[in-house]
Nanobody, 124 residues
Framework: QVQLAESGGGLVQAGGSLTLSCAAS????????MGWFQQAPGKERELVAA????????YYADSVKGRFTISRDNAKNTVYLQMNSLKPEDTAVYYC?????????????????WGQGTQVTVSA
Protein backbone atom coordinates (compact mmCIF):
# COMPACT_ATOMS: atom_id res chain seq x y z
CA GLN A 1 0.00 0.00 0.00
CA VAL A 2 1.52 3.28 -1.08
CA GLN A 3 1.74 6.31 1.22
CA LEU A 4 1.86 9.80 -0.25
CA ALA A 5 3.26 13.01 1.22
CA GLU A 6 2.92 16.39 -0.48
CA SER A 7 5.23 19.34 0.04
CA GLY A 8 6.04 22.66 -1.55
CA GLY A 9 2.92 24.65 -0.85
CA GLY A 10 3.00 28.17 0.46
CA LEU A 11 2.05 31.78 -0.09
CA VAL A 12 2.86 33.38 -3.43
CA GLN A 13 1.84 36.53 -5.26
CA ALA A 14 -0.29 36.38 -8.37
CA GLY A 15 1.87 35.66 -11.38
CA GLY A 16 4.35 33.69 -9.33
CA SER A 17 5.31 30.04 -9.42
CA LEU A 18 5.42 27.07 -7.09
CA THR A 19 6.45 23.47 -7.50
CA LEU A 20 4.63 20.85 -5.49
CA SER A 21 6.19 17.47 -4.80
CA CYS A 22 4.52 14.22 -3.87
CA ALA A 23 6.82 11.62 -2.34
CA ALA A 24 5.61 8.03 -2.43
CA SER A 25 6.66 5.27 -0.06
CA UNK A 26 5.61 1.72 0.62
CA UNK A 27 5.13 0.90 -3.03
CA UNK A 28 6.68 1.09 -6.47
CA UNK A 29 5.55 4.37 -7.99
CA UNK A 30 5.67 3.05 -11.55
CA UNK A 31 2.77 0.75 -10.70
CA UNK A 32 0.49 3.73 -10.14
CA UNK A 33 -1.22 6.33 -12.26
CA MET A 34 -1.05 9.65 -10.43
CA GLY A 35 -3.11 12.78 -10.14
CA TRP A 36 -3.12 16.19 -8.50
CA PHE A 37 -6.37 17.54 -7.12
CA GLN A 38 -7.30 20.92 -5.72
CA GLN A 39 -9.94 21.71 -3.14
CA ALA A 40 -10.85 25.32 -2.58
CA PRO A 41 -12.85 26.39 0.48
CA GLY A 42 -16.47 25.40 0.11
CA LYS A 43 -15.86 23.52 -3.12
CA GLU A 44 -15.51 19.91 -4.11
CA ARG A 45 -12.13 18.34 -4.74
CA GLU A 46 -11.31 18.56 -8.45
CA LEU A 47 -8.70 16.91 -10.63
CA VAL A 48 -6.32 19.45 -12.13
CA ALA A 49 -3.67 17.17 -13.64
CA ALA A 50 -2.99 13.49 -14.15
CA UNK A 51 -0.12 11.41 -15.49
CA UNK A 52 0.12 7.81 -16.60
CA UNK A 53 2.46 5.27 -15.04
CA UNK A 54 5.53 6.16 -17.07
CA UNK A 55 4.68 9.75 -17.89
CA UNK A 56 3.76 9.25 -21.51
CA UNK A 57 0.23 10.57 -21.14
CA UNK A 58 -0.98 13.63 -19.26
CA TYR A 59 -4.25 15.42 -18.60
CA TYR A 60 -4.95 18.97 -17.51
CA ALA A 61 -8.13 20.68 -16.46
CA ASP A 62 -9.01 23.62 -18.67
CA SER A 63 -8.49 25.98 -15.75
CA VAL A 64 -4.77 25.14 -15.51
CA LYS A 65 -3.89 24.14 -19.06
CA GLY A 66 -0.81 25.98 -20.25
CA ARG A 67 0.13 27.05 -16.71
CA PHE A 68 0.60 23.79 -14.78
CA THR A 69 2.84 20.86 -15.68
CA ILE A 70 2.66 17.43 -14.10
CA SER A 71 5.70 15.19 -14.21
CA ARG A 72 7.07 12.17 -12.42
CA ASP A 73 10.42 10.63 -11.60
CA ASN A 74 9.77 6.99 -10.84
CA ALA A 75 13.37 6.42 -9.84
CA LYS A 76 12.91 9.01 -7.09
CA ASN A 77 9.35 7.87 -6.29
CA THR A 78 8.19 11.44 -6.72
CA VAL A 79 5.53 13.26 -8.71
CA TYR A 80 5.66 17.00 -9.31
CA LEU A 81 3.25 19.76 -10.16
CA GLN A 82 4.92 22.84 -11.58
CA MET A 83 2.54 25.78 -11.26
CA ASN A 84 3.27 28.98 -13.18
CA SER A 85 1.35 32.21 -13.68
CA LEU A 86 -0.59 31.54 -10.50
CA LYS A 87 -3.91 33.26 -9.97
CA PRO A 88 -5.83 33.97 -6.77
CA GLU A 89 -8.41 31.41 -7.90
CA ASP A 90 -5.72 28.73 -7.71
CA THR A 91 -5.81 29.11 -3.92
CA ALA A 92 -6.67 25.68 -2.53
CA VAL A 93 -5.38 22.64 -0.74
CA TYR A 94 -3.60 20.45 -3.27
CA TYR A 95 -3.65 16.69 -2.90
CA CYS A 96 -1.77 14.05 -4.81
CA UNK A 97 -3.45 10.72 -5.40
CA UNK A 98 -2.50 7.30 -6.72
CA UNK A 99 -4.31 4.43 -8.33
CA UNK A 100 -2.85 1.06 -9.16
CA UNK A 101 -2.74 0.74 -12.92
CA UNK A 102 -1.93 -1.98 -15.40
CA UNK A 103 -2.13 0.20 -18.47
CA UNK A 104 -0.47 3.31 -19.83
CA UNK A 105 -3.65 5.35 -19.60
CA UNK A 106 -4.27 8.36 -17.43
CA UNK A 107 -6.94 7.99 -14.79
CA UNK A 108 -9.49 10.70 -14.15
CA UNK A 109 -11.42 9.24 -11.21
CA UNK A 110 -11.48 6.48 -8.63
CA UNK A 111 -8.15 7.13 -6.97
CA UNK A 112 -7.42 4.88 -4.03
CA UNK A 113 -4.59 6.55 -2.13
CA TRP A 114 -4.31 10.15 -1.02
CA GLY A 115 -1.80 12.42 0.62
CA GLN A 116 -2.61 14.80 3.44
CA GLY A 117 -2.59 17.87 1.20
CA THR A 118 -0.54 21.04 1.00
CA GLN A 119 -1.95 24.56 1.11
CA VAL A 120 -1.35 26.94 -1.77
CA THR A 121 -2.39 30.54 -1.29
CA VAL A 122 -2.11 33.08 -4.09
CA SER A 123 -2.45 36.72 -3.14
CA ALA A 124 -3.73 39.34 -5.55
Amino acid sequence: QVQLAESGGGLVQAGGSLTLSCAASGGTLSNYAMGWFQQAPGKERELVAAVSRFGSNTYYADSVKGRFTISRDNAKNTVYLQMNSLKPEDTAVYYCAAKLSFTGRIILAGYDYWGQGTQVTVSA
